[in-house]
């Protein structure tokens, strides 16, 4: 009876030790509103858990395991569990984050006073020169020639026939060349 005894404990003792604990809380945000549907992760053994709609959430974790707190358009907040809160309720504060809102661009409002309204809407006069001037020389005749209109010999394909012989042209040529060169008789009397 002693020896199962001896047995017994140590597995006990083994089993309280490494086994996992389950740790609760509340997850609020700034404001201590109750936050809802906060994704609650443990890290170290990926298990997941979403907290209810009053913001109470339980998660198996042990000693020294990290668990992240995560919600859309809340900062995520990790905390890592250790001896002085594991036996503890967790109260997780979720800061909300920043919205970025665009730039707003208020058009001008004419003023109905001829001489402020002139200035606003009036071409500078360097921009209304400039605007003659390219008027002027993209109507004026062509100074330089135009490029022909080919294709390049980069671009072209392939001419297989390049530094080849023609056995049939060079074998007539050679007869031709032959024929020109015998002596033609010429009988004088």
Do not use: W
């Not at 198996?60 to 395991?65: D, G, H, Q, R």
């Amino acid at each position: 009876m002693i020896k199962n005894t001896l047995y017994i404990v140590p597995c006990f003792a083994f089993a309280h030790f490494y086994s996992q604990q389950k740790i609760s809380g509340r997850v609020a945000d700034e404001n201590n509103n109750a936050l809802a549907s906060v994704l609650i992760y443990n890290i170290s053994n990926n298990t997941k858990t979403q907290s209810d709609s009053s913001g109470q959430f339980v998660i198996e974790a042990k000693e020294n395991e990290e668990i992240r707190f995560v919600k859309q358009d809340y900062y995520r907040i990790d905390k890592k569990i250790n001896k002085e809160n594991i036996n503890l309720l967790l109260d997780i504060k979720l800061i909300k984050i920043e919205t970025l809102i665009p730039e707003v661009e208020i058009p001008y409002k004419p003023t109905g006073n001829l001489k402020k309204d002139s200035k606003h809407y009036d071409q500078g006069r360097k921009i209304h020169v400039l605007k003659f001037e390219m008027d002027a020389y993209m109507r004026s005749p062509l100074k330089e020639p135009l490029p022909e209109n080919k294709i390049s010999k980069t671009f072209s394909g392939h001419d297989f026939n390049a530094g080849q012989v023609d056995m049939v042209k060079l074998f007539l040529t050679g007869i031709g060349l032959i024929k020109k060169s015998k002596p033609t008789q010429s009988y004088q009397t």
